[in-house]
């Protein structure tokens, strides 16, 4: 089993920064790709950012050069610095990633449990 741990969410500003981390512990072999994903209220999940194993990133235009995503391999962690936020990137935060596990190598997908980011006006 695979359990994922955001934490760092809260109320902030406009303009204000916030970082999020998410911590990954159980029968990890190997993690993938990690991300961040969204919600806001009324709208479907979007994706934030992702990272691969190697560093390489992506993310959503909305978000380009005001978030950065990064990742500690060692401590299956990864990172979102959300700089210059705005009220619309109100949402619930959730990490995913894409773990193979012991003992049978198996690949899953896997959610955190979320956190609110909530930005003021």
């Known amino acids: 089993q695979v359990q994922l741990v955001e934490s760092g969410g809260g109320l902030v500003q406009a303009g204000g920064s916030l970082r999020l981390s998410c911590a990954a512990s159980?029968?990890?072999?190997?993690?993938?790709?990690m991300g961040w994903y969204r919600q806001a209220p009324g709208k479907q999940r979007e994706l934030v950012a992702t990272i691969t194993s190697g560093g390489t990133t992506n993310y959503a235009d909305s978000v380009k050069g005001r978030f950065t995503i990064s990742r500690d391999n060692a401590k299956a962690t990864v990172f979102l610095q959300m700089n210059s936020l705005k009220p619309e990137d109100t949402a619930v935060y959730y990490c995913?990633?894409?773990?193979?596990?012991?003992?049978?190598?198996?690949?899953?997908?896997?959610w955190g449990q979320g956190t609110q980011v909530t930005v003021s006006s």
């Open positions: 159980g029968s990890i072999l190997t993690i993938n790709p």
């Open positions: 995913n990633a894409d773990v193979v596990t012991s003992p049978l190598w198996k690949s899953g997908d896997y």
